[in-house]
Structures are given as C-alpha cells and as structure tokens.
C-alpha cells in the first residue's frame, strides 16, 4: 500500500488512520485486539488515540484506550514496528490539563507507560492552550523530541491565526514544528476548517488527520429517526443532525451510491479523499497562496484573453488536420523556391515540406515553437487567397531557408532579394485570423 509522508516529519503512513476513542469504551480488549491485528494485516499503520480517551465516560479516569494498545503492543509479534502510534495531550485529565512544560513532562510519561513503548511517534497538541505561551510549548516539545520520547509532534483543534503563529514562532526560533493537524471534518461539519485551515495546511505542507469522519456515525445513514437513536451510545451527538440540512446530506449520499454501488460509510470518507486531505493525505508540494488578479496587460484584459482564445482555437483547428500530401515535383522542377530544412532542425510532426502548384508558390513558415508544426501556410494557399500569414523575422525562428542556408536579414525586402515571394501585404488583424 502507498504510504506518504506526515507533513516533513519523516513519519511514512497508509491513507487511512484508525481512531480509538471507542477502544476500552464500548470495545473490550478481545474485540479491540482483532481490529487492530485487522487493521495492521490491511496494510495500514497509523493509531491514533489520545490520553483521554475516555474520560467521558461516568467511572472511566482516562488512558483507557492506550492502555488497550499497549496491552495489544505487548503481545509481541512485531506489532510496534508495524505502527506508527499517535496520541493527544492537553485536555483536562486527573492530573493537569494544558500544554505547560511542566505538565507535558508527567503526561508523556503516563502516557508512554500505558502505550508500553519507549517511544511515541506523533505526539500532538489536543486542544490550544491560550494561558501558556507557544514557544514554551514548543521548547518543553523540542526537549522532548530531544530526550527519544517523540519523534514529531503536531496540533489539534487549533484555529487558523493560532496553527499561523505556532508555525511562524517554530521557524523563527529554531523549534520544532507542527506536521500534522487533526480538525473536526466531515461532510456535515465544514464550513470551519475549509474556510481557513485548509489553505494554511496547504500553503506550509502539513499533513491533515480529520476526525468524525462519520459524523459519530451519522453519515453512515443508520441514525434517519429519533427511534433509530434509542440504545446508541452516539445518540447524544447524531441527534442534533437529524434536521432537515442533515436529511438532505443522506439522501443526496444514498442518490449517488445507487448510482456507484456505495455505501453511505464509504461515500462520506470519500469527500475526504477528493479533497485531498483524508486522513494522513497531504501534498508534498503545497500549492501557493493565488496572488492577486492582474487587471491590465497581459491576458488578464480583455484584448489579452481574445488573443489567447485565437491562439488557443488556431491550435486546436491545426492539430485537427491529416498531413499535407509530399510534393511530387522539387523546386527546380516546378519553377518555384525549393523549401529546404537548415541542418540540424527537425521538420515538425508532419515529416514533409509543402509544395507549389499549378496555382503559385506555397511556402511554409518555420516550425513553431508552440504547436511543433511545419504546415503553417503563406503564400497563396488557393487560387485567390491571401496571405495567412508571414513569416517570422525572429532570429529565434530561423529554422528552414532557400538553399538551405539561414537567413542573414529581415524584412520583407530582404526575403524578396533571395528569391522570397513576398505576396500580399499584410492584412488587418480579423482578416489575418
């Protein structure tokens, strides 16, 4: 399976992640056990968990999802190499809550002991601290990165102006960076991290873990009615997309799976990965900021863009035609100007030269440089018609001369003294085209 790399975090992980916050909830440790042996033999990698999972919970303290890893880490069998384990600090657990240096120290601790590992491979911000200034946070993570307990370290549940300053802070002072960013995404919940966080994960090359990508559920079309709630140990947050907005999203979903033969569960993640940002998908090459629109010159105005159309139709017209048929005759045969090629350059895509006929001299201009072609016409092209158009006068352009020598001058009266027809005069702009 493809694996791509966390932002530059040097972290190479499968598409897809897998959560566990139900892990040590509502999943004990046979059934967690099978679907992380599942998990890894599909040729995936990525854990995620968090030390509050599950908190939540009335007599849960916490850590209880980790500690199920790593009970299922200390089986053996090579199953710490085959993942790449990442968890979350910051919210508010029995012992501290934030992201102070102080209690980043005891938290990494816990949590390597309920993980069995020496070592986690993302460590990531929960949730922002604002009573804690970034670069402390950031200083007491490069300590730790340091010291062999993380090897990088992203954020979750930032907003846009503070993942900018902690990515500005990092580079400016030297420490360590966010590679990853965890938001609340899905097809029903959008509108907060496309608005701004996507483009900044884009423009700094971080890579993008969204969580909910079901929606708690919801998105997989088995909450549809206030009775599809009762028993469901995610009632508590489906109910409030059973509105008229989250119908709408389901029926548009089981529209398109009829139609594909999907899923509602596959369909929801799906947006994900069009959008190029499913879990642990980013671009090595973040795409820039669009700068400003030009509004003069170039093809930004009016004339520029009609021009570029022209070209662009021409183009089209040009490629669209069959081969121009060998002359059967050569030029001393025909009483005209032999069309020759300069040693060296090639003829274009049609591999022959044009020819005169009974009604003139037909003439190719040079090869062009944006279509590669040698059947641009001048001359007369028929009986009657006009000049299509001239030749270049570029140096650039020298490519096939009479005789077979370059050309050493310009303008239309130096073609004519070598034997050049010079044709008609140049004709307007529309009768040109």
């Not at 069998?77 to 085959?82: A, D, I, P, V, Y």
């Not at 902690?166 to 990853?180: I, N, S």
């Amino acid at each position: 399976m493809e694996r791509q790399e966390l932002g530059r975090s040097g972290l190479k992980v499968a598409p897809w992640a897998l959560g566990t916050n139900v892990l040590g909830w509502n999943v004990d440790d046979a059934t967690g056990f099978k679907l992380l042996d599942a998990f890894v033999d599909a040729g995936f990698n990525l854990v995620d968990s968090a030390d509050v999972y599950s908190r939540w919970i009335p007599g849960h303290v916490g850590g209880e999802s980790e500690a199920l890893i790593g009970r299922w880490i200390a089986q053996g069998g090579g199953r710490r190499e085959k993942v790449v384990i990442a968890t979350k600090l910051g919210m508010d657990m029995p012992d501290g809550k934030g992201l102070s240096p102080a209690y980043m120290k005891v938290a990494v601790e816990k949590s390597l002991q309920r993980l069995q590992t020496d070592v986690i491979d993302l460590y990531q911000s929960h949730r922002d601290d604002p009573e804690t200034p970034q670069e402390e946070t950031l200083a007491a993570y490069a300590e730790l990165i340091k010291a062999g307990k993380v090897r990088a370290i992203g954020a979750s549940n930032f907003t846009a102006p503070r993942l900018a300053e902690a990515l500005k802070l990092a580079a400016d002072k030297g420490l360590p960076r966010y590679e990853t960013l965890q938001p609340h995404y899905n097809l029903y919940d959008r509108h907060e991290f496309e608005a701004e966080l996507a483009g900044l994960c884009k423009r700094e090359g971080l890579g993008v873990i969204p969580y909910f990508g079901l929606a708690s559920g919801f998105l997989t079309g088995k909450y549809r009615t206030e009775k599809d709630l009762e028993g469901s140990a995610r009632a508590y947050a489906a109910k409030n997309m059973l509105n008229p907005r989250g119908l709408r999203i389901l029926e548009a979903m089981d529209k398109v799976g009829a139609r594909i033969g999907a899923t509602d569960a596959q369909i929801a993640p799906g947006l994900a990965a069009r959008q190029g940002l499913h879990p642990d998908r980013q671009r090595h090459q973040p795409r820039p900021a669009q700068g400003p629109r030009q509004v003069g010159g170039g093809h930004a105005g009016r004339r520029g863009r009609g021009r570029a159309r022209r070209r662009q139709r021409t183009r089209r017209r040009r490629r669209g035609r069959p081969p121009r048929p060998a002359p059967a005759a050569t030029g001393e045969d025909r009483g005209g100007v032999e069309h020759c090629c300069h040693p060296g350059r090639p003829q274009g895509r049609s591999g022959t030269h044009p020819a005169a006929s009974e009604d003139g001299p037909r003439l190719s201009r040079p090869p062009s440089r944006a279509s590669g072609r040698d059947d641009v016409w001048v001359g007369r092209r028929e009986a009657g018609a006009g000049l299509s158009r001239r030749p270049s006068t570029s140096p650039s352009r020298r490519a096939c001369r009479p005789g077979g020598l370059p050309r050493t001058g310009s303008g239309r009266r130096g073609l004519a003294r070598r034997g050049w027809p010079p044709g008609p005069r140049r004709r307007s702009r529309a009768a040109r085209l």
